[in-house]
């Protein structure tokens, strides 16, 4: 029987990477849904070259192009953000969650609330809404497995593992664009220098992320979220290579350490096809040649992201959807020009100051509505931090 499968953030990086492993072996799979947003071409070959049940695109005004693009087909075609949750609520074992931002929250709970499997690499949905997501997928018989390269990596250390045993997790970093550059002319860092990473090839968001150390930062909150580890045994690492992923260290001393290239296709892979391992179309790292591996210490005061992931860590309740927030409001601020570089780490640091007067709302219940309207104060305190710097 073909397993159903969606995949969500389809015409990203992420989702290129695992419509490439789909097609691979395309009998083996019926694919339900695929939803993009700007990228109507890609969204439009790839569900007609998959023969998709229905595409959604994020934009409404999208919609007439993309049901051009199908017309004939049998494809289904729809837009905006409800109809990206209701297609992720459609019956799929097995379900990739790419979209970006805390834009994937709401489907990415639909899918878990469908039961099956979800492939996790939205990982601001861990960060804004850990425990509801894994409640959902644990109330409906579901699963999440993590595609994060690093959580994919902890991940496969821990099998067979007692949690009890696990003395410390480490998950290293890449150092980004700006690993060695004067701590002082950061402020001065261009778009296009932030948007380049060392090793890995992803979407510009995450890119960018990695050069500021918010997307560790924000990987820190999502290993705390998705194990049964606290802040305290989690640690980062600068690793420029980007070949070991994660180690995690057992109480007799043992460090369990993933290595593999950097290609994302090996956690996609190893996500779609748990528990079994099949081969995958990976490089295989010839360690001779590659002689030695690097490591260092992460410098605070190059990438202060870390400690704010702490604070909020050590915060709790909803803390993690300020932090969120805060960083995608400052990061679309860096974009747009609006805030320099290092700007945007004072930004967050004061949306979550400045978010303390919500401390009531932080605290409540997380509901999805509730982690919506966190959000939303959040962005809009972050961006009156901008405007006050900006004007
Ligand atoms: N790339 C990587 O290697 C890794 C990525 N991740 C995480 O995976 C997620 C995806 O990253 P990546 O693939 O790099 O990102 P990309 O920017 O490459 O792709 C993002 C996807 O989301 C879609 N999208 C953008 N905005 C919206 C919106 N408002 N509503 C619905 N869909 C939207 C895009 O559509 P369109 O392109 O059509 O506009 C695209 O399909 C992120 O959470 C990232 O942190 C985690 C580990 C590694
Ligand atoms: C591939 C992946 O998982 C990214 O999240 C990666 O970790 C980014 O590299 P950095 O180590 O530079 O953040
Ligand atoms: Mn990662």
């Known amino acids: ?36 947003a700007g990228n109507i071409a890609q969204l439009a070959a790839d569900a007609l070259a998959l023969d998709a049940e229905i595409a959604v695109t994020a934009h409404d005004h999208l919609l007439g192009d993309l049901r051009d693009a199908l017309a004939g087909s049998g494809v289904e075609a729809a837009a905006g953000a409800q109809a990206i949750t209701e297609c992720a609520s459609r019956p799929a074992d097995w379900t990739m969650s790419a979209i970006v931002g805390a834009a994937g929250l709401a489907p990415g709970l639909a899918a878990a609330a469908q039961g099956g499997t979800l492939a996790l690499a939205n990982k601001e949905s861990l960060v804004c809404a850990g425990a509801l997501m894994l409640q959902t997928a644990s109330d409906n018989n579901g699963q999440i497995l993590p595609v994060d390269s690093e959580h994919s990596a902890i991940f496969q250390a821990l099998i067979g593992e007692d949690i009890a045993a696990v003395e410390r997790v480490i998950i290293t970093a890449s150092g980004g664009a700006f690993r060695d550059w004067p701590i002082e002319k950061l402020a001065q860092a261009t778009l296009d220098q932030a948007s380049s990473h060392p090793n890995w090839d992803m979407g510009q968001r995450i890119t960018i992320d990695s050069a500021s150390m918010f ?47 950097p290609d994302m296709r090996h956690a996609i892979g190893f996500a779609l096809h748990h528990p079994n391992r099949v081969h995958l ?111």
Not at 218 to 232: H, L, P, R, S
């Open 1 to 36: 029987m073909p397993r159903k499968v969606s995949i969500l953030g389809a015409t990203g990086s992420i989702g290129q990477n695992t419509i490439d492993l789909i097609h691979r072996d395309l009998d083996a799979y019926d694919v339900v849904a695929l939803t993009g």
């Open 215 to 261: 997307n560790k930062a924000m990987e820190v909150i999502e290993t705390k979220e998705f194990f049964d580890v606290t802040a305290d045994q989690i640690e980062v690492l600068v690793h420029p290579q980007s070949m070991i992923h994660a180690l995690v260290g057992f109480v007799d001393g043992a460090l369990m350490a993933h290595v593999g290239p």
């Open 281 to 391: 179309p990976v490089e295989r790292l010839d360690l001779a040649a590659i002689g030695q591996f690097e490591f260092r210490d992460p410098d605070d005061r190059r990438w202060p992201a870390l400690s704010l992931a702490r604070q909020t860590m050590a915060a709790g309740g909803m803390t993690g959807a300020v932090f969120n927030a805060a960083k995608e409001t400052a990061l679309d601020g860096f974009i747009a020009g609006q805030i320099n570089f290092v700007q945007m780490a004072e930004i967050v640091e004061q949306t979550l100051d400045d978010m303390t007067e919500h401390s009531g709302l932080i605290h409540d219940t997380m509901t999805l509505d509730n982690v919506l309207q966190v959000d939303h104060l959040a962005r809009k305190a972050a961006q009156a931090a901008i405007n006050k710097r900006a004007g």
